[in-house]
């Protein structure tokens, strides 16, 4: 091949055509020459998101953003998604950054299995993420916080804090030094089991004792258990009317006659009350009790001075004091 003007003219527009192949695949503008459809998503902010920023699903690039513009108070991301991508009409679309110093992008979900596959008039949900630059600017807050407190814990801060602790500490030392004695006086008594705490805490007996105690009442416990299982039972016997009181609670027949009884009971005591029958005439006649009163006094006249008399004197006196 000769070397000619026309040969190196022509390597040089090569090498310049693969470069600018290569620049159009970084910053995205291949993406035009690719088949494919077009979605779009609504942000409350782009988050530094810039036209050319890849798409990916599941780490996979599936596309590059397209177009960023604002529309009623809204961020309008529009992306460019290949062909066979299948993003689904409920997939969720998400603006996300590879790294602190890393390039944002958006991240798109799979979306349920049953949704139809999004076309070009497809808005997807947008899930907002903190933005990067209000994280820093709070974790800067919280840092200067931490920085506000550790001074307060340096030089005559900590001295202000600390200085009534010790002057209270100087103050009560020998109140102090004999509380804390006391404190070990007692804790060596209870333990070498002296005194009441040391005794509970140390007496074979008494452990032994609450034992049986806790023992008794778990025997108390089955019995009550039991009791309340009879008691069950016959309330049970009683609701189904069986026994006595069932009979009793249940049975027609036995409640009429015992109202009907009850309602004769009452008419007999009105009766009673009221003076009629012979029983009425007991209780209430005043002339039988004037004559019960007459009776007893002549008994009473016609036992004085029986004591002097023989049988047959004292039957005669009798007869003759009561006629």
């Given amino acids: 091949m000769k070397n000619s003007i026309e040969t190196r003219l022509g390597i040089f527009v090569a090498v310049i055509a693969l470069s600018a192949v290569f620049i159009l695949d970084i910053v995205g503008g291949l993406e035009n020459f690719k088949s494919g459809y077009h979605i779009s998503a609504l942000f409350n902010s782009a988050q530094e998101l810039k036209v050319g920023d890849r798409v990916k699903m599941a780490g996979v690039e599936i596309g590059r953003v397209e177009e960023i513009k604002l529309r009623d108070n809204k961020v309008v991301v529009t992306m460019k998604i290949h062909k066979d991508a299948g993003v689904k009409t409920d997939s969720t679309a998400t603006v996300k950054f590879t790294g602190l110093m890393g390039q944002n992008f958006v991240a798109i979900d799979f979306g349920s299995k049953t949704a139809p596959v999004a076309d070009d008039t497809t808005v997807l949900a947008a899930n907002e993420q903190a933005d990067l630059s209000s994280l820093m600017a709070k974790l800067d807050s919280v840092a200067s916080g931490v920085e506000n407190l550790t001074k307060s814990f340096t030089g005559d801060k900590i001295d202000n804090l600390l200085g009534p602790f010790t002057d209270f500490l100087k103050a009560n030392r020998e109140p102090l ?112 009790l004037r004559d019960a009163k007459l009776t007893l006094q002549k008994l009473d006249k016609a036992t004085e001075g029986l004591e002097d008399q023989g049988p047959m004197s004292v039957l005669g006196i009798m007869i003759n004091s009561l006629l």
């Fill in 177 to 288: 030094t004999a509380t804390i004695a006391h404190l070990q006086s007692i804790s060596s008594q209870i333990s070498e089991g002296k005194g009441t705490v040391g005794r509970l805490i140390f007496d074979d007996a008494l452990y032994s004792t609450a034992l049986n105690t806790v023992s008794n009442l778990q025997s108390a416990g089955d019995e009550i258990k039991a009791t309340v299982t009879d008691a069950r039972k016959v309330i049970g016997q009683i609701n189904s009317g069986q026994g006595t009181i069932g009979k009793l609670v249940k049975e027609e027949k036995l409640y009429n006659e015992t109202t009907e009884s009850m309602t004769n009971l009452k008419e007999i005591l009105q009766k009673i009350n009221q003076g009629q029958g012979t029983v009425g005439k007991l209780i209430n006649d005043q002339d039988f």
